[in-house]
C-alpha cells in the first residue's frame, strides 16, 4: 500500500466518522453512553447485567462504566440495584422510560439511515457493507498480529 493509499483511507474514515456525528442529535447521547445503553439492551436478563460485565465486555474501566452509568441514571434511563445476595455486585436495569427511549431512538436512526439508502442506492449500500466488513476484519488481525 503506498503513501497516497494510507492516507486517502485515513481521510474517509476520518470523514466517515464526523459525518456520523450528523445523527448524534436523534438520540441525545454521547458515544459512550450510547454503546454502554445498547449493550444494557441487549444483554440484560430478568435479574439484570452486572456492571462488572459491561465493563469486561466494552473493554472500558471500572471508573469509566461507573461514570457512564451514573450519567444513564441520572437521564432516568437505567437503575443500579445492589444484588441480595452479594452486596459488592451491582445490577443494571432499564427503566420502562429507558425502554420508550430505546424504541424511540430505534426508529429515528432508522428512518435516518432508509435516507441514506434511499441517497446512496441499495447495491451501493450492500457494495459498502461487504467492503467495511473486510475493513473491520482486517483492522482486527493486525491489531491480534500486532498484540503478540
Not at 37 to 64: D, T, W, Y
Amino acid at each position: 500500500m503506498g503513501k497516497n493509499d494510507r492516507q486517502q483511507l485515513y481521510a474517509a474514515v476520518c470523514r466517515v466518522r464526523k459525518s456520523t456525528n450528523g445523527f448524534r442529535h436523534l438520540i441525545d447521547l454521547t458515544p459512550g453512553e450510547f454503546m454502554v445503553f445498547n449493550h444494557v439492551m441487549c444483554m440484560q436478563s430478568q435479574k439484570g447485567v452486572r456492571a462488572s460485565e459491561l465493563s469486561q465486555h466494552l473493554k472500558i474501566s471500572r471508573p469509566g462504566i461507573s461514570h457512564l452509568l451514573r450519567n444513564l441514571e441520572c437521564k432516568g434511563l437505567i437503575e443500579r440495584r445492589t444484588s441480595m445476595e452479594d452486596r459488592r455486585a451491582v445490577y443494571v436495569h432499564i427503566t420502562d422510560n429507558g425502554r420508550e427511549f430505546y424504541r424511540s431512538m430505534i426508529s429515528s436512526i432508522s428512518k435516518y439511515m432508509d435516507h441514506v439508502v434511499e441517497k446512496m442506492g441499495h447495491q451501493k449500500i450492500e457494495h459498502l457493507t461487504v467492503l467495511l466488513n473486510e475493513l473491520a476484519d482486517a483492522v482486527n488481525a493486525v491489531a491480534k498480529l500486532q498484540a503478540v
